[in-house]
Every structure is written in C-alpha cells, then in structure tokens.
C-alpha cells in the first residue's frame, strides 16, 4: 500500500482543486450561519409566545403541569413554523452581522 505524503497531495491537488475545496466549506459555512440564524430567530419568537401566554389575568380552570407542557411545546412548534414562514428580520441581520467571518474562515 502506497502512502501519499500531505505535500504531495497538495501538488498533485492543484490550486483549482483547492479553491473548489474552500469554496465548497464557505458554501457550507453560510448555509449553517443561515440555518443557525434561523434556529435563533426562532428561539427569540418562542420567547416572545410564551411571555405573552403568560401574561394571564385569571388562572384557567384547567391549569396543570401537563397543560403547561403542552403550551411550551406548542409555543416551539408555532416558532419554528413561523420563522420558517415569515422572516422578522432577525436571521437575516444575524447572517449579514457575521458573513464576512465564515466567508473569511474565522472562529
């Protein structure tokens, strides 16, 4: 079995095969700053309904730890459809904020 040394493999490479490689990482880069993004924006809306569930002015009849459970979970779910559906802004000022460190490969 024949062992290929890193520089080698560098040259046999070439520069075009390198840059395809590095462009191919920033691509994936930005599309998980986006899905990131997205998740956040997402978690900010959750927020945002499970504040405003919990600003009652008169304890349900039915108010039970499961109920309870069961509004968190459905407030998630509402979040997630929501942020998928329709764009706040946030996600996309989260991507435009910090593009230009995945573009770049920053950490």
Known sequence: MTTISASALKLA?????????????????QQQLSEVAEQFEALFV???LSSARSAQ??????????LKTFNSMLDQEYATALSK????????ALVR???H?????DD
């Open 13 to 29: 490479v070439g520069p075009a095969a390198q840059a395809d490689a590095l462009q191919a990482r920033q691509s994936s880069g």
């Open 46 to 48: 959750q927020s945002i």
């Open 57 to 66: 002015l008169a304890d349900p009849l039915l108010n039970s730890g499961g």
């Open 85 to 92: 559906r329709e764009s706040l802004g946030i996600a996309d």
């Open 97 to 99: 904020q910090f593009e």
């Open 101 to 105: 460190r995945v573009s770049n490969g």
